[in-house]
């Protein structure tokens, strides 16, 4: 069984992708795997998805305005509609009386013409009366009776029913100009306005502004099902007893969690043990569009995974050349891309990183970008790599300075939680020396 974690040398790459059971004597490029990845993984198709479960979703079709929102010109403050021309000169020396003729609230709307020299009480989002085109704010406005003094000073509470007596009059302490205070029809939202582009990430304020157009559901592109399929005999169940010479699985959870970050549903966790069988019925079952296989995707005896793709659809490219994660593999079953990730964790999670994720990702209609934040940062201490293979390396950093990991073997997944990102260092690199500056690209976006 090849190590994935080795330090020889790289061997060459090869550009055609048949793979035969002859070890890694060849790999293919990261980049060749990237493109088979982009050339594979399409956008799957829509479907409708109830507002309250569309949030991160993926827009599958431009979203465009049916309606004005709002539908009507309406009051932006608690006051006194009437003619802004019949304000001018108002001040407060100089109070002009309006007559009170009735009230406009929010869903209650005034229902006659206001004529020159007539004023109505109005509340913030209550339509704005017909004859009226601007908003006196209450407080430069007193209520006056000639009767019983009970709207003295200024506006009276939202629920109060008015009866206006002939008598009832407004005394106005500030001019207004034409559309003072008046939100106008369409000011929001315009009937046929574009809302939102197709491949837009739906935000909480995006499922609001569907709603405010009287939407209920959405076009999203379907999910990316996805079927996780842990192999090795060692796997303890975590939660539950291990035996002596059992570790925890730990690909799954990881796996499942980075699915869910990328999009996907996983629709089914599976354990199975090293047996050409048990591997088989697992990579056969139906109903995902891509399979991850966890552990035994390399070349030795136990590894039934790469041969059992071969043999059942296609295996496009086994072993590239980076590091870790060489032992990847990467094809088709049926309809279903499956991807062959090693088993050490490291590894397992940088092949997911690079390929699986991208497709989850593209399947899903999302960006194939990482889904890290980059920084870009100077070297403190050398970072090593060689010459024909991708290097992924965590880092810390220190004092701003970006640091390698000591203890960067693949099985360390604690060096994945120790870090704070990781370098990407290209084939034609060696390394990057101290006071180079490099791309870090952050686990965390909170740093
Ligand atoms: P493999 O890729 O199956 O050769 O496994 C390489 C190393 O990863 C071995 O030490 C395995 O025990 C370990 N490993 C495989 N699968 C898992 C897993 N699901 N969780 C944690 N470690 C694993
Ligand atoms: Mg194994």
């Known amino acids: 069984m090849e190590n994935d974690h080795d330090m020889t040398p790289p061997p060459s790459t090869r550009r055609d992708s048949d793979v035969r059971m002859r070890g890694f004597a060849s790999r293919a490029l990261v980049a060749e795997a990237l493109a088979w990845v982009d050339a594979q993984a399409q956008p799957l198709e829509r479907e409708i998805a109830l507002l309250d479960a569309a949030c991160g979703r993926v827009l599958a079709a431009e979203l465009v305005a049916g309606i004005d929102v709002p539908g009507f010109d309406r009051a932006a403050m608690d006051g006194y509609a009437l003619r802004a021309a019949e304000t001018t000169g108002a001040g407060e020396y100089n109070p002009l009386a309006f007559r009170l003729v009735g009230e406009s609230l929010p869903g209650r709307p005034f229902d006659r013409d206001v004529d020159p020299g007539e004023a109505v009480r109005i509340m913030t989002g209550a339509p704005l009366p017909n004859g009226t085109d601007a908003v006196?704010?209450?407080?430069?406005?007193?209520?006056?009776?000639?009767?019983?003094?009970?709207?003295?000073?200024?506006?009276?509470?939202?629920?109060?029913?008015f009866n206006p007596r002939p008598s009832s009059s407004v005394e106005i302490t500030a001019p207004v100009s034409p559309g003072k205070h008046v939100g106008r029809r369409g000011e929001d939202i315009a009937?046929?306005?574009?809302?939102?582009?197709?491949?837009?990430?739906?935000?909480?304020?995006?499922?609001?502004?569907?709603?405010?157009?009287?939407?209920?559901?959405?076009?999203?592109?379907?999910?990316?099902?996805?079927?996780?399929?842990?192999?090795?005999?060692?796997?303890?169940?975590?939660?539950?007893?291990?035996?002596?010479?059992?570790?925890?699985?730990?690909?799954?959870?990881?796996?499942?969690?980075?699915?869910?970050?990328?999009?996907?549903?996983?629709?089914e966790r599976l354990r199975v043990e090293d047996s050409r069988d048990a591997v088989r019925a697992a990579l056969l079952a139906a109903g995902a569009d891509v399979v991850l296989v966890s552990g035994g995707s390399s070349v030795g005896a136990e590894d039934h995974a790469p041969s059992l793709v071969a043999e059942l659809g296609k295996l496009a490219i086994h072993g590239v050349a980076m590091r870790p994660s060489s032992p990847t593999g990467m094809g088709r079953l049926g309809e279903a891309l499956v991807f062959l990730l090693p088993g050490n964790p490291v590894s397992c999670l940088c092949a997911y990183d690079f390929f699986a994720g991208r497709a989850i990702r593209r399947m899903g209609g999302r960006s194939a970008d990482w889904p890290y934040p980059r920084i870009e940062a100077e070297v403190g201490r050398k970072i090593v790599s060689a010459i024909g293979r991708v290097d992924y390396c965590r880092v810390a950093l220190r004092e701003g300075k970006v640091e390698p990991l000591a203890v960067a073997g693949a099985s360390i997944l604690s060096s994945t939680t120790r870090a704070d990102g990781f370098v990407i260092v290209p084939e034609e690199r060696e390394g990057h020396a101290p006071g180079s500056r490099v791309t870090v690209l952050l686990y965390d976006a909170g740093l």
């Open 136 to 161: 006196v704010p209450a407080e430069y406005a007193s209520e006056r009776s000639s009767t019983v003094d009970h709207h003295s000073s200024s506006i009276t509470p939202r629920l109060s029913t």
């Open 191 to 267: 009937a046929g306005a574009r809302l939102l582009a197709a491949g837009r990430r739906l935000r909480p304020q995006d499922i609001g502004l569907a709603a405010s157009v009287g939407l209920d559901r959405l076009e999203v592109v379907r999910p990316p099902r996805v079927r996780l399929l842990a192999t090795g005999n060692e796997l303890a169940v975590p939660g539950g007893p291990r035996g002596p010479h059992e570790i925890y699985d730990s690909n799954t959870s990881m796996l499942a969690a980075l699915v869910e970050r990328d999009g996907g549903g996983v629709v």
